[in-house]
T-cell receptor, first 113, second 112 residues
Framework: RKEVEQDPGPFNVPEGATVAFNCTYSNSASQSFFWYRQDCRKEPKLLMS???SGNEDGRFTAQLNRASQYISLLIRDSKLSDSATYLC??????????????FGQGTILTVHP | DGGITQSPKYLFRKEGQNVTLSCEQNLNHDAMYWYRQDPGQGLRLIYYSQIVNDFQKGDIAEGYSVSREKKESFPLTVTSAQKNPTAFYLC???????????FGSGTQLSVL
């Protein structure tokens, strides 16, 4: 089983739709969770951190379920500009003080008119 | 403005040649990382460094080498031992554990 797994999609949705992505992780010692957005051939950019109580930033909502070991990202009222690859990132204690970051393979979202 | 600068943006390697990718940051971050991304895949860790003059292998270090002689700089050399070097290479840094990564804009390496 991969350490971090995402549904690669692609997800094709119309403008205004609500779409949700899940990401599962295998190590129960994982501590920090992030969603990054990556446009084609560009660097990933932080979309939001994921907190235990769940958090919202405008149209985006992130949730963490430690019991089932997954995080989710919900996008409401999708815009054309939301089209991108969404990367799930999980940090767990490792052999160093900085821990180990593991990336999922990404979920491709295409929003069409 | 603080940030991470990667160069060049595009790089071509001939058979048997070593090439070096540059990564410089002025964020005063201790930890720096090199990732490789192949089409349709997530990022895989090549090497990372937590402090000057120290670095550790990541998951796919074979065929790569790094140095960390200055806090600001973490160059990656793709050696001739790396038989499949074509990929998008990303450099990143962060200030402390559990904080977000800052990324450079990436280098696309291709084989001639």
């Amino acid at each position: 089983r991969k350490e971090v797994e995402q549904d690669p999609g692609p997800f094709n949705v119309p403008e205004g739709a609500t779409v949700a992505f899940n990401c599962t992780y295998s190590n129960s010692a994982s501590q920090s969770f992030f969603w990054y957005r990556q446009d084609c051939r560009k660097e990933p950019k932080l979309l939001m951190s994921v907190y235990s109580s769940g958090n919202e930033d405008g149209r985006f909502t992130a949730q963490l379920n430690r019991a089932s070991q997954y995080i989710s990202l919900l996008i409401r009222d999708s815009k054309l500009s939301d089209s991108a690859t969404y990367l799930c990132v999980v940090s767990r204690p490792g052999g160093t003080s900085y821990g180990k970051l593991t990336f999922g393979q990404g979920t491709i979202l295409t929003v069409h008119p | 403005d603080g940030g991470i600068t990667q160069s060049p943006k595009y790089l071509f390697r001939k058979e048997g040649q070593n090439v070096t990718l540059s990564c410089e940051q002025n964020l005063n971050h201790d930890a720096m990382y090199w990732y490789r991304q192949d089409p349709g895949q997530g990022l895989r860790l090549i090497y990372y460094s937590q402090i000057v003059n120290d670095f550790q292998k990541g998951d796919i270090a074979e065929g790569y080498s790094v140095s960390r002689e200055k806090k600001e700089s973490f160059p990656l050399t793709v050696t001739s031992a790396q038989k499949n070097p074509t990929a998008f290479y990303l450099c990143a840094s962060r200030r402390t554990a559990n904080e977000k990564l800052f990324f450079g804009s990436g280098t696309q390496l291709s084989v001639l």
